[in-house]
């Protein structure tokens, strides 16, 4: 998840996930939970607050793609 600076990439909130897809937020943490997408839990506490790098994002899209 480095970028070329040795920075990390930003990682997207579930909301940021859900709205650029048109899904609810929901939707997008059960992916996680499933284990369809991969997140990073940065939360301390027992409520889990994801985090998703766009390559993940990405990667994720591209393998659900459906041909036309």
């Keep these: 998840m480095s970028g ?5 990439a930003p990682l997207l909130t579930v909301d940021q ?6 899904a609810s937020a929901e939707h997008i943490r059960r ?5 369809e997408l991969a ?5 301390a506490s027992r409520r ?3 985090r998703v ?6 990667k994720y899209l591209r393998d659900h793609a459906v041909a036309s």
Aim: charged fraction near 30%.
């Design 48 to 50: 889990p607050n994801y």
């Design 4 to 8: 070329e600076n040795g920075r990390h």
């Design 31 to 35: 992916l996680i939970r499933r284990g």
């Design 17 to 22: 996930i859900a709205e650029e897809l048109a």
């Design 39 to 43: 997140a990073v839990n940065i939360a």
């Design 53 to 58: 790098s766009r390559t993940e994002l990405d």
